[in-house]
Nanobody, 116 residues
Framework: QVQLVESGGGLVQPGESLRLSCVGS????????VHWHRQAPGKEREWVAT????????TYADSVKGRFTISRDNGKNTVYLQLDTLTPEDTAVYSC?????????WGQGTQVTVSS
């Protein structure tokens, strides 16, 4: 079955960095786009970034453009999200998502907390 597992979250200070990972299994990883989303307390879930299957095209939400970088290593079935210059407004649960055969799958999420 399709599974996604995120890791890499934690507590950091403003201006610091984190790298999140999303490992996929149960599907042909290298042909599917993977998306990162986040949900802050009391707010709706927000799309953050997308990378195509081959990794050739990446897109970002305006709120993270220039600070976050999405990438993938298909040999490891892993998509990364590099978070730089973090601010308290980036505090959220970050989740990855893939649509396989018209069905959405989500990981359990990883908590990112930015606080001084």
């Amino acid at each position: 079955q399709v599974q996604l597992v995120e890791s890499g979250g934690g507590l950091v200070q403003p201006g610091e960095s984190l790298r999140l990972s999303c490992v996929g299994s149960g599907f042909t990883f290298n042909i599917y786009s993977v998306h990162w989303h986040r949900q802050a307390p009391g707010k709706e879930r927000e799309w953050v970034a997308t990378i195509t299957g081959a990794g050739g095209v990446t897109t970002y939400a305006d709120s993270v453009k220039g600070r976050f970088t999405i990438s993938r290593d298909n040999g490891k079935n892993t998509v990364y999200l590099q978070l730089d210059t973090l601010t308290p407004e980036d505090t959220a649960v970050y989740s990855c998502n893939v649509n396989v055969r018209f069905r959405n799958y989500w990981g359990q999420g990883t908590q990112v907390t930015v606080s001084s």
